[in-house]
């Protein structure tokens, strides 16, 4: 792969790490407090949804760590070794881990008595995107794991190949 495509992956993964803190740090506790402002009924629900935000921002950010070290071994060619299944197996945990937190809340919105205010179409929304954070999750994990399956095949070539030469 081109150093320069490497450089600006690096750099996206930086930036998206970063927004991410913020994130973690300010908009997510800040919205809550808002909505909590706005809809004294959300109170109780405050804490554990922020909790399940932040976790699930952690679970990009172990990810993307991985992504970067997975970089670094393409950089060195050093793709098609034991350590690179190390970091895709953390990016599939990290998938499976945020997968299952978007499950968790999917459920509580479909099963729980949450107030709302007007028709209740905030809570929909909020089931929709629960939803569809279930099934891009679970789809991301799939494709990684198929992708480790190739990666295992391409290693064992590779070593069959240095046996040989």
Known sequence: MHRFFILALRAG???????????????IPTTAADQVDRFPLYAPFAAPYVTVAVVGVACVQVALVA???????VRRDALFSPRAFRWVDTLIGASVVATLLALGVTGHLALAEIPSPGDGMQVIGA?????????????????????????RKATDLQTEMAEVV
Request: charge should be positive; aromatic fraction near 6%.
């Open 67 to 73: 992504v970067w070290m997975l970089l670094a071994m």
């Open 13 to 27: 993964i930086v930036a998206a790490i970063l927004v991410g803190l913020f994130g973690q740090i300010v908009v």
């Open 127 to 151: 089931l929709g995107a629960a939803l569809a954070s279930v099934g891009v999750g679970a789809a991301f994990a799939m494709l990684v794991v198929v992708m480790r399956g190739l990666l």
